[in-house]
């Protein structure tokens, strides 16, 4: 009884040794040393991250990119199987590990996460070196360590347990151990250019590094030597105290070596002090805001001179497609819209914007007096930029430039001393009339909020009855000019005027009368209405001097604002509503007439139906038919296809590559050649069905020893061979290649039988487990 229960358990131990095989001693010390690495690595991310918050995601990277590779080494999964769990694992673990904030119930993957993971493996790195430390805006940036500690984990010990126990010199095989240390190594590479001036234990980490790197290797070199001399225990314990005791020492004397004579933070480089953070116009006020210092304190200021300007040219300053209720401001660099553009570091020869028709080019040279921003004044739509002089810091490193908006800006600031050349070409106009038969463009441009409620109606009331675009918008125009005055709010204006762009001074505005603002007030309220009609629009700040010799002197007097809509295929047509007459009424009751204009109907009664009132304009997205007809896919619907659909994908794709290589592989051993080597593939197939199945093949074996060590294999395994034993169809296909005679089909298709059958027999002996991870497993075997 006893000895029937010991054979049943050894037949099932050699079963499972077929199913999951098992790494030697030598390989779990390489993983653990590769792994011990790449900890003291990912350590020297805490002075970006601070406050260890990045140890779960770093760690977290580390163990799932291991755990993947050792899984696919036990169960003999190929390459393309691993790689495919492997990324299956990045993005259901690193969820919980690197964005556990944006999970389900604190673990499960959404979409904010899943994208996530995505945007950090290829955005994060950028951010994280131009991002102000400690790093903890936007989300995604924490998943850098996690995906650096999960690809070099993956990569490195994958190499460890498949690439490095294979036999080979003793040269060779030290010299794949070195090349393993390149992960470990560029990750801590990554850490040091990614982090501070402040190192996180640099010298102890830098020593310890690299004593176990070199104690590993040595180790290597002894553990793989050819000819090896026997000694005895007393001379080896010797000789291992005595190497432990100068590995200790070296450590000890490097770690106080470079603790005392580390070399002082301030010249240690890090990327993030030689990379330049991207431009963001928000952390700068609103050109706009700032109009009415312009026509107050600098009225009478020479800001700077233009040499070469032409007669009704206008210098442009600054470009603003975002309301907030408050202020028009520059777009930021994160508002993902395509007509907002992004400032860029250029070359002095600069790109035309991607809507745009060309007019005429010029070229102006421009001095700097009494002006002091970051927006730098430029003509029309900047071609070509040199800068001539400066003070300071040089301004060709630091300018930035929206080629979308024909903005610029210089980081280091736009001040007396600057001297630079210009060239610009101007955009092409076309006349009202062709301009009714062109749309306007189909852009995204940052919306609108808190708008208030009479803008909505002063606009389908200004538009009139006109049926195009261009119609209304003159109407808008023409109205606004028509019906307002001009004050600046200056003492010497003969109304008083408020400043100001947001919500409440618009409806000041639009509802009192008379209307009374300058270029700030009705260049907002034309763009808020052009807005509220479906238009692309946005405000441009610039200046307006009368050119009066080869020289202009600017001043604050100058400043003007101006609208421009986009029309397909033209580009951006400028809109000019400020009114010109300044002699507001200052005690009026009603409101001043409209004159007769053959395009603008006067104002319909006024309807109790304010919502219809609200929102005039028949659009796609405001359409109640639309709302009603559309479709749909709600979040959680998403998360379940997430959640099933990636495991499904990363299940029958790999599973159906590697079942139609295999159906190739076949296909051409079975109809490929003469006979002789038909009948050969049929015991090339039979090798690779059984090295499938997880039975080591003997390589560099003839047949009849192939046939051996699978036989007893099979019995150690408790799976079943064919009558006679595979030694008979190894001499069966022996005869074939090797005794010169004819092969006639019948013997080629004998061979294929029988091969046929061993394999399906195995197969179903082997469960479905088995079965179903060798129809992941891919071997195509040499040819004896």
Same mark, same amino acid.
Do not use: C
């Given at each position: 009884?006893?000895?029937?229960?010991?054979?049943?358990?050894?037949?099932?131990?050699?079963?499972?040794?077929?199913?999951?095989?098992?790494?030697?001693?030598? @390989?779990?010390?390489?993983?653990?040393?590769?792994?011990?690495? #790449?900890?003291?690595?990912?350590?020297?991310?805490?002075?970006?991250? /601070?406050?260890?918050?990045?140890?779960?995601?770093?760690?977290?990277?580390?163990?799932?990119?291991?755990?993947?590779?050792?899984? /696919?080494?036990?169960?003999?999964? #190929?390459?393309?199987?691993?790689?495919?769990?492997?990324?299956?694992?990045?993005?259901?673990?690193?969820?919980?590990?690197?964005?556990?904030?944006?999970?389900?119930?604190?673990?499960? =993957?959404?979409?904010?996460?899943?994208?996530?993971?995505?945007?950090?493996?290829?955005?994060?790195?950028?951010?994280?070196?131009?991002?102000?430390?400690?790093?903890?805006?936007?989300?995604?940036?924490?998943?850098?360590?996690?995906?650096?500690?999960?690809?070099?984990?993956?990569?490195?010990?994958?190499?460890?347990?498949?690439?490095?126990?294979?036999?080979?010199?003793?040269?060779?095989?030290?010299?794949?151990?070195?090349?393993?240390? $390149?992960?470990?190594?560029?990750?801590?590479?990554?850490?040091?250019?990614?982090?501070? %001036?402040?190192?996180?234990?640099?010298?102890?980490?830098?020593?310890?590094?690299?004593?176990?790197?070199?104690?590993?290797?040595?180790? %290597?070199?002894?553990?793989?030597?050819?000819?090896?001399?026997?000694?005895?225990?007393?001379?080896?314990?010797?000789?291992?105290?005595?190497?432990?005791?100068?590995?200790?020492?070296?450590?000890?004397?490097?770690?106080?070596?470079?603790?005392?004579?580390?070399?002082?933070?301030?010249?240690?480089?890090?990327?993030?002090?030689?990379?330049?953070?991207?431009?963001?116009?928000?952390?700068?006020?609103?050109?706009?805001?700032?109009? +009415?210092?312009?026509?107050?304190?600098?009225?009478?200021?020479?800001?700077?001179?233009?040499?070469?300007?032409?007669?009704?040219?206008?210098?442009?300053?600054?470009?603003?497609?975002?309301?907030?209720?408050?202020?028009?401001?520059?777009?930021?660099?994160?508002?993902?819209?395509?007509?907002?553009?992004?400032?860029?570091?250029?070359?002095?020869?600069?790109?035309?914007?991607?809507?745009?028709?060309?007019?005429?080019?010029?070229?102006?040279?421009?001095?700097?007096?009494?002006?002091?921003?970051?927006?730098?004044?430029?003509?029309?739509?900047?071609?070509?930029?040199?800068?001539?002089?400066?003070?300071?810091?040089?301004?060709?490193?630091?300018?930035?430039?929206?080629?979308?908006?024909?903005?610029?800006?210089?980081?280091?600031?736009?001040?007396?001393?600057?001297?630079?050349?210009?060239?610009?070409?101007?955009?092409?106009? =076309?006349?009202? +009339?062709?301009?009714?038969?062109?749309?306007?463009?189909?852009?995204?441009?940052?919306?609108?909020?808190?708008?208030?409620?009479?803008?909505?109606?002063?606009?389908?009331?200004?538009?009139?009855?006109?049926?195009?675009?261009?119609?209304?918008?003159?109407?808008?125009?023409? @109205?606004?000019?028509?019906?307002?005055?001009?004050?600046?709010?200056?003492?010497?204006?003969?109304?008083?005027?408020?400043?100001?762009?947001? $919500?409440?001074?618009?409806?000041?505005?639009? @509802?009192?009368?008379?209307?009374?603002?300058?270029?700030?007030?009705?260049?907002?309220?034309?763009?808020?209405?052009?807005?509220?009609?479906?238009?692309?629009?946005?405000?441009?700040?610039?200046?307006?001097?009368?050119?009066?010799?080869?020289?202009?002197?600017?001043?604050?007097?100058?400043?003007?604002?101006?609208?421009?809509?986009?029309?397909?295929?033209? /580009?951006?047509?400028?809109?000019?509503?400020?009114?010109?007459?300044?002699?507001?009424?200052?005690?009026?009751?009603?409101?001043?007439?409209?004159?007769?204009?053959?395009?603008?109907?006067?104002?319909?009664?006024?309807?109790?139906?304010?919502?219809?009132?609200?929102?005039?304009?028949?659009?796609?997205?405001?359409?109640?038919?639309?709302?009603?007809?559309?479709?749909?896919?709600?979040?959680?619907?998403?998360?379940?296809?997430?959640?099933?659909?990636? =495991?499904?994908?990363?299940?029958?794709?790999?599973?159906?590559?590697?079942?139609?290589?295999?159906?190739?592989?076949?296909?051409?051993?079975?109809?490929?050649?003469?006979?002789? +080597?038909?009948?050969?593939?049929?015991?090339?197939?039979?090798?690779?069905?059984?090295?499938?199945?997880?039975?080591?093949?003997?390589?560099?074996?003839?047949?009849?020893?192939?046939?051996?060590?699978?036989?007893?294999?099979?019995?150690?395994?408790?799976?079943?061979?064919?009558?006679?034993?595979?030694?008979?169809?190894?001499?069966?296909?022996?005869?074939?290649?090797?005794?010169?005679?004819?092969?006639?089909?019948?013997?080629?298709?004998?061979?294929?039988?029988?091969?046929?059958?061993?394999?399906?027999?195995?197969?179903?002996? $082997?469960?479905?487990?088995?079965?179903?991870?060798?129809?992941?497993?891919?071997?195509?075997? %040499?040819?004896?």
């Amino acid at each position: 009884m006893s000895a029937t229960t010991g054979g049943t358990r050894s037949r099932a131990a050699a079963s499972s040794a077929g199913l999951v095989d098992r790494l030697t001693t030598t @390989s779990w010390i390489d993983v653990a040393v590769l792994t011990g690495l #790449s900890l003291l690595a990912v350590a020297g991310f805490e002075p970006a991250f /601070g406050h260890y918050a990045f140890v779960p995601a770093a760690v977290g990277g580390i163990v799932v990119g291991g755990g993947v590779a050792l899984v /696919g080494r036990l169960f003999r999964l #190929s390459w393309p199987l691993t790689a495919v769990i492997a990324l299956a694992a990045y993005f259901l673990l690193g969820t919980p590990l690197a964005l556990p904030g944006q999970a389900l119930y604190g673990v499960l =993957p959404s979409l904010d996460s899943l994208s996530g993971l995505v945007l950090g493996a290829v955005f994060g790195w950028s951010d994280a070196v131009t991002l102000q430390a400690p790093l903890e805006a936007p989300p995604y940036v924490a998943v850098v360590p996690y995906v650096a500690g999960w690809l070099v984990s993956l990569v490195s010990i994958t190499l460890a347990v498949r690439w490095l126990p294979r036999p080979g010199r003793r040269r060779s095989a030290v010299g794949r151990a070195a090349v393993l240390l $390149a992960g470990p190594a560029l990750l801590l590479l990554a850490a040091i250019l990614l982090g501070t %001036r402040d190192p996180y234990f640099a010298g102890v980490r830098g020593v310890l590094f690299a004593a176990a790197a070199l104690v590993w290797l040595s180790w %290597r070199r002894g553990r793989f030597a050819r000819d090896r001399i026997e000694t005895d225990s007393a001379v080896r314990r010797s000789r291992l105290l005595g190497g432990a005791a100068v590995v200790l020492g070296a450590v000890l004397v490097g770690a106080l070596a470079g603790s005392v004579l580390a070399p002082p933070a301030a010249s240690r480089f890090v990327v993030r002090d030689a990379v330049t953070p991207p431009f963001d116009p928000l952390d700068y006020p609103s050109p706009l805001a700032g109009f +009415r210092k312009y026509t107050k304190d600098l009225q009478k200021t020479k800001l700077f001179t233009v040499t070469g300007l032409k007669q009704g040219q206008v210098i442009r300053l600054a470009t603003m497609d975002s309301y907030d209720g408050i202020v028009w401001s520059v777009a930021s660099p994160g508002s993902d819209t395509d007509a907002s553009g992004a400032f860029e570091l250029l070359g002095s020869t600069i790109p035309q914007p991607p809507l745009f028709s060309p007019a005429g080019s010029s070229t102006a040279s421009i001095d700097v007096l009494g002006y002091s921003d970051v927006w730098l004044p430029t003509l029309g739509y900047t071609n070509r930029l040199t800068f001539d002089a400066h003070t300071g810091q040089d301004p060709a490193s630091t300018v930035r430039i929206n080629t979308a908006t024909g903005t610029a800006a210089v980081t280091s600031g736009v001040r007396e001393g600057l001297s630079y050349t210009v060239g610009a070409t101007a955009q092409k106009v =076309p006349n009202d +009339r062709a301009l009714a038969k062109v749309p306007p463009a189909t852009l995204t441009l940052p919306t609108v909020t808190n708008v208030p409620d009479v803008v909505s109606a002063k606009a389908q009331e200004y538009a009139g009855s006109a049926d195009t675009a261009i119609q209304k918008l003159r109407n808008i125009e023409r @109205s606004l000019r028509s019906l307002g005055f001009l004050s600046h709010g200056r003492a010497s204006d003969p109304v008083p005027s408020r400043a100001g762009e947001g $919500a409440d001074r618009m409806t000041d505005l639009l @509802s009192k009368s008379p209307m009374v603002g300058d270029q700030e007030q009705y260049a907002s309220a034309f763009a808020l209405m052009a807005r509220r009609l479906g238009y692309p629009t946005r405000v441009v700040m610039g200046f307006a001097p009368k050119v009066t010799g080869s020289t202009t002197t600017v001043t604050g007097d100058d400043v003007t604002a101006w609208d421009e809509v986009a029309f397909q295929g033209v /580009g951006w047509v400028p809109f000019f509503p400020t009114p010109t007459k300044t002699d507001a009424p200052k005690n009026q009751t009603t409101k001043p007439k409209l004159e007769p204009q053959p395009q603008v109907r006067q104002p319909p009664p006024a309807d109790p139906r304010t919502e219809d009132l609200l929102t005039p304009v028949k659009t796609k997205d405001n359409d109640p038919k639309d709302k009603a007809s559309s479709f749909r896919i709600p979040v959680w619907a998403w998360v379940v296809l997430g959640v099933i659909g990636i =495991p499904l994908l990363a299940y029958f794709v790999p599973l159906l590559v590697i079942g139609a290589l295999k159906r190739r592989r076949r296909r051409r051993r079975e109809n490929t050649g003469p006979p002789d +080597r038909r009948a050969a593939g049929a015991w090339d197939e039979l090798a690779d069905g059984y090295a499938e199945l997880g039975l080591a093949v003997p390589e560099r074996a003839t047949r009849l020893q192939t046939a051996a060590a699978l036989e007893a294999q099979s019995g150690a395994q408790n799976l079943p061979v064919p009558p006679g034993g595979l030694r008979d169809l190894a001499r069966h296909v022996d005869a074939a290649v090797f005794d010169g005679t004819d092969v006639h089909e019948d013997r080629v298709h004998h061979a294929w039988r029988a091969a046929d059958d061993a394999i399906a027999a195995a197969t179903k002996a $082997a469960g479905s487990v088995r079965s179903r991870l060798a129809a992941f497993r891919y071997r195509r075997a %040499r040819r004896a």
